[in-house]
C-alpha cells in the first residue's frame, strides 16, 4: 500500500523560512512526478509547485522566489523550502505524487498525503 507522509509544518513569524518533506512510501515502481499543493479553508486546492515528469519545475506565481523544491529520488523524497513567509501563505500544505505499483502505465495513479498546516502569524 501507497502511503504519501508530509512533515515539518508548524508556526513562524512573517519573513521567517520553514522547510517542509514528502516521502512516498510502499511498493513503489517508479515517481514520476511530485509536488506540493496548499488548501485553506473553505477554498480550492491551489498549486505551490511541482516538478513534471520532464524534470521541469512549475512553480505558482506566489511561490517564485521564496519557495524552492528539491527531490532526493533514491528516498522518493521532495523538500519544500519556503522563505520570506507571508501571512497568506496560511494553509494546509498538501505533498502529492504521481507513480507506477506495478509494471504496468495502467498502475499509474496520483497519491495524495493528508497535509501538514503552515501558520504565518506574529
Known amino acids: 500500500q501507497v502511503q504519501v507522509l508530509e512533515f515539518g509544518g508548524g508556526l513562524v513569524q512573517p519573513g521567517g523560512s520553514l522547510n517542509l518533506s514528502c516521502v512516498a512510501t510502499?511498493?513503489?515502481?517508479?515517481?514520476?512526478?511530485m509536488g506540493w499543493y496548499r488548501q485553506v479553508p473553505g477554498g480550492q486546492r491551489e498549486l505551490v509547485v511541482a516538478?513534471?515528469?520532464?524534470?521541469?519545475?512549475n512553480y505558482a506565481d506566489s511561490a517564485k522566489g521564496r519557495f524552492t523544491i528539491s527531490r532526493d529520488n533514491a528516498a522518493n523524497t521532495i523538500h519544500l523550502h519556503m522563505s520570506n513567509l507571508k501571512p497568506e501563505d496560511t494553509a494546509v500544505y498538501l505533498c502529492?505524487?504521481?507513480?507506477?505499483?506495478?509494471?504496468?502505465?495502467?498502475?499509474?495513479?496520483?497519491?495524495w498525503g493528508r497535509g501538514t498546516q503552515v501558520t504565518v502569524s506574529s
Open positions: 510502499g511498493k513503489i515502481f517508479g515517481i514520476y512526478a
Open positions: 502529492t505524487a504521481r507513480l507506477r505499483t506495478g509494471r504496468g502505465i495502467s498502475t499509474m495513479d496520483d497519491y
Open positions: 516538478q513534471t515528469p520532464g524534470g521541469n519545475i
